[in-house]
């Protein structure tokens, strides 16, 4: 057989093998499941003797990672039979030695918690951290998203499904109006049930930074209403974040784009919303 029908039988065989692949995947999320092919796990990295944690995972289970979370009303379903250390980021120490830890993943955590608390969390991060560890920072990307929304187009249209289930029509909705609900989800709701502010004058005329905070002005994280932003998140106000938390090398990354062996398969990381994340890696 000649070297090009072997080179394209191979390429066949790649091809029917990622169809095959897609079709069971397909048929596992109509069940409600996720398939898992053993062959994936050939390409994981050697975890062996290494402290992973994941912090605010919710139900999210990876081999080898730790689990750490916070137990709220909102969440009480995620958590029904995992496995996870209760930790709460507003109040406590992450329960690790100095210098333990060799990768932190924290995914959509940050949009949901104050300032301040963000802050000591960082340091919390870079105590434990070995030398050379890495903290990977996911959360929506609020500077993306004020630029996505200044003008007229269909960026949003990803959101229609979530507005559907809270009965709010689409067709109605704004540019300033997706951008509230993703930053200040309590100012959003309050608008349109008619006792609260309309945004609009006050995206027209401030600047983003000004607009930012004063939406976010006053909101407080509530276990009630534990999946509501409250905060907001662009690369610069991480990165100062993260220098006044004692990390010196900062990058910002991309999807499936950790430089950290540990987080890249992309079966385990950054699967919330990729269409607005900011990926940020800090080096202790």
Same mark, same amino acid.
């Given at each position: 057989?000649?070297?090009?029908?072997?080179?394209?039988?191979?390429?066949?065989?790649?091809?029917?093998?990622?169809?095959?692949?897609?079709?069971?995947?397909?048929?596992?999320?109509?069940?409600?499941?996720?398939?898992?092919?053993?062959?994936?796990?050939?390409?994981?990295?050697?975890?062996?003797?290494?402290?992973?944690?994941?912090?605010?995972?919710?139900?999210?289970?990876?081999?080898?990672?730790?689990?750490?979370?916070?137990?709220?009303?909102?969440?009480?379903?995620?958590?029904?039979?995992?496995?996870?250390?209760?930790?709460?980021?507003?109040?406590?120490?992450?329960?690790?030695?100095?210098?333990?830890?060799?990768?932190?993943?924290?995914?959509?955590?940050?949009?949901?918690?104050?300032?301040?608390? @963000?802050? =000591?969390? &960082?340091?919390?991060?870079? +105590?434990?951290?070995?030398? !050379?560890? #890495?903290?990977?920072?996911?959360?929506?990307?609020?500077?993306?998203?004020?630029?996505?929304?200044?003008?007229?187009?269909?960026?949003?249209?990803?959101?229609?499904?979530?507005?559907?289930?809270?009965?709010?029509?689409?067709?109605?909705?704004?540019?300033?109006?997706?951008?509230?609900?993703?930053?200040?989800?309590?100012?959003?709701?309050?608008?349109?049930?008619?006792?609260?502010?309309?945004?609009?004058?006050?995206?027209?005329?401030?600047?983003?930074?000004?607009?930012?905070?004063?939406?976010?002005?006053?909101?407080?994280?509530?276990?009630?209403?534990?999946?509501?932003?409250?905060?907001?998140?662009?690369?610069?106000?991480?990165?100062?974040?993260? @220098?006044? =938390?004692? &990390?010196?090398?900062?990058? +910002?990354?991309?999807?499936? !784009?950790? #430089?950290?062996?540990?987080?890249?398969?992309?079966?385990?990381?950054?699967?919330?919303?990729?269409?607005?994340?900011?990926?940020?890696?800090?080096?202790?």
């Amino acid at each position: 057989m000649l070297r090009k029908d072997v080179e394209e039988m191979v390429q066949l065989g790649k091809l029917l093998k990622k169809i095959v692949d897609k079709i069971f995947k397909c048929f596992g999320r109509i069940l409600g499941i996720e398939i898992v092919f053993s062959r994936s796990a050939k390409k994981d990295c050697d975890i062996r003797g290494k402290r992973l944690i994941n912090v605010g995972a919710g139900d999210w289970k990876c081999r080898g990672w730790i689990c750490l979370d916070y137990s709220s009303p909102w969440y009480a379903s995620m958590h029904k039979g995992g496995q996870y250390i209760e930790y709460d980021i507003r109040n406590d120490k992450l329960p690790f030695a100095d210098e333990t830890v060799d990768a932190i993943y924290c995914s959509h955590v940050i949009e949901h918690i104050e300032n301040e608390y @963000i802050q =000591s969390f &960082f340091l919390e991060c870079h +105590r434990v951290l070995k030398k !050379g560890g #890495i903290l990977r920072v996911c959360c929506p990307d609020a500077e993306f998203l004020w630029n996505a929304s200044q003008t007229d187009n269909s960026y949003w249209i990803w959101r229609k499904i979530l507005l559907k289930q809270i009965n709010v029509d689409y067709a109605n909705m704004r540019q300033v109006d997706f951008l509230v609900r993703e930053i200040a989800t309590e100012r959003f709701l309050d608008y349109i049930s008619g006792n609260g502010q309309d945004y609009n004058e006050a995206f027209l005329n401030k600047d983003m930074d000004n607009f930012f905070e004063y939406i976010t002005e006053g909101l407080t994280y509530d276990p009630k209403k534990a999946g509501y932003h409250i905060n907001y998140w662009t690369f610069s106000k991480v990165k100062d974040t993260l @220098i006044d =938390s004692n &990390f010196t090398k900062i990058i +910002r990354s991309k999807y499936a !784009g950790s #430089i950290s062996e540990y987080m890249k398969n992309k079966m385990y990381f950054d699967k919330t919303f990729p269409e607005m994340s900011l990926y940020v890696e800090a080096i202790k």
